[in-house]
């Protein structure tokens, strides 16, 4: 039976392969060459398929890239970062050339990074992708040194972090900041019929109590910086129980009568943090939300608060299941 020919390789009966491949590694695109390169962009409108409509985002997510952070004592970290750049897409238009985003991230890739940094590369994206909205969100893993509560022990504690700026076609620039803070939550009406046990009956017993994540977004007021150490604090000083680094048995111990002192139902987390957040003068407006992953109930005790600024946030975050910890 006579083999049939095959178009990418080399058939059984020697017959060689309809299409030659190859890679030419010497060759080079001069201008010219690069100027005579199909362009996207340039397509006619019935190229555009499904709906000619406009497309609110459109980009890349999770481009990586080692960025530059100074802390709040001056110190800097470089650290990985994964990226989500988006712009606006009007109907007429059949894509954005997405390279130019990331082309756009190299050029300011040396620069330490702020809100301000943020504002530079999205007004670039304006620019040169000829968009009218365009938003930028880096996430990274932030490291903070915390000391033990009593041993003198100290260790890097790592916080998820993200800084998101939106710039939309009225020239406005806003800024907010992503912070994930996890902590331990014990039970006040666990801790009650423990007592109760042991005073009427003699009953040794452990209240219950779990890690729990408070996921904070927070809107920067204009001209204002609030430091990632600042909204780390606030919420040690709302909460009081993070969970810890180092421990050894003075600390074990000195977590236990922490977390004696400062129960608290899944509500009372997001009313304390409410508590500071709101008193804060550099933040416009924010959203909280709580997760207790319960060890009683096979279920997680949840709550979202927000500040309650006209036209802002809302209390509409339902993936609490992305605040495993």
Not at 101 to 123: A, N, P, S
Not at 241 to 265: C, H, P, S
């Amino acid at each position: 039976m006579k083999k049939k020919p095959m178009y990418l390789h080399r058939s059984a009966d020697g017959s060689e392969a309809k299409i030659k491949r190859g890679y030419d590694a010497k060759f080079h695109a001069s201008t010219a060459y690069r100027a005579t390169l199909p362009d996207m962009m340039e397509a006619a409108h019935d190229a555009i398929q499904g709906a000619n409509v406009p497309i609110q985002q459109v980009g890349i997510h999770n481009f990586k890239l080692p960025l530059k952070y100074r802390n709040k004592a001056g110190k800097t970290h470089i650290l990985e970062t994964s990226v989500t750049g988006t712009v606006s897409l009007e109907a007429e238009l059949k894509g954005i050339n997405m390279s130019r985003i990331m082309r756009t991230f190299y050029e300011h890739k040396d620069g330490v990074t702020t809100g301000e940094w943020m504002g530079k590369i999205l007004k670039s994206y304006l620019r040169k992708v000829e968009t009218k909205d365009t938003r930028l969100k880096i996430a990274f893993s932030y490291p903070m040194l915390r000391d033990s509560l009593r041993s003198g022990l100290t260790g890097y504690q790592f916080y998820n972090v993200a800084f998101e700026g939106v710039m939309n076609r009225d020239g406005r620039y806003r800024r907010f900041i992503h912070f994930d803070f996890v902590y331990s939550s014990a039970c006040p009406c666990s801790a009650e019929l423990s007592e109760h046990a042991r005073e009427k009956r003699g009953a040794y017993t452990v209240p219950h109590s779990q890690r729990s994540k408070a996921r904070i977004i927070v809107e920067e007021a204009e001209g204002k910086k609030i430091w990632i150490e600042d909204i780390h604090a606030l919420c040690v000083r709302a909460l009081q129980t993070e969970t810890q680094v180092m421990v050894k048995r003075e600390d074990e111990q000195a977590f236990a009568e922490l977390n004696g002192a400062y129960l608290k139902f899944v509500e009372d987390a997001a009313r304390l943090l409410y508590k500071e957040f709101d008193g804060e003068k550099r933040i416009v407006d924010f959203r909280i939300a709580c997760s207790h992953l319960e060890s009683l109930h096979s279920h997680d005790a949840v709550s979202v608060i927000c500040k309650g600024v006209k036209d802002g946030f809302k209390a509409d975050f339902m993936d609490f299941g992305s605040l495993l910890c």
